[in-house]
C-alpha cells in the first residue's frame, strides 16, 4: 500500500509543476504585452535611435510622460512603431 500512496503523491508534484510551469508563462507572456504602443506621431515616427527617445522622456517636457523604467538598448524592443 505504500507504493500506491507514493505513487500517488509523485503524480500530485507532477500536476503542480505542470500547473506552475503554465501561470509562470501566461505572467511571463502578459508581461512582455504589456508595454504601450508608440502614438501616431511625427516624432515617433523615426525610431531609429533611443537617444531621440531619451531627449524627451527623461526630463519633463511639456506633456511628454516620463519613462518609468530604465533605458533599454532600444524602444521598440518592447514598443511597437506606429503604422506610417
Known amino acids: ?18 500547473l506552475g510551469l503554465l501561470l509562470a508563462g501566461v505572467i511571463i ?3 512582455l504585452g504589456s508595454a504601450p504602443n508608440l502614438t501616431n506621431h511625427p516624432f515617433h ?4 535611435s533611443e537617444d531621440k527617445c531619451l531627449n ?3 526630463v519633463k517636457v511639456d506633456k511628454n510622460p516620463i519613462m518609468p523604467h530604465r533605458p533599454m ?3 521598440t524592443m518592447c514598443h511597437t512603431a506606429p503604422e506610417s
Open 1 to 18: 500500500m505504500a507504493k500506491k500512496k507514493i505513487k500517488g503523491q509523485i503524480n500530485f508534484y507532477k500536476a503542480m509543476a505542470i
Open 29 to 31: 507572456y502578459g508581461f
Open 45 to 48: 515616427q523615426d525610431t531609429s
Open 56 to 58: 524627451c522622456h527623461m
Open 73 to 75: 538598448s532600444n524602444c
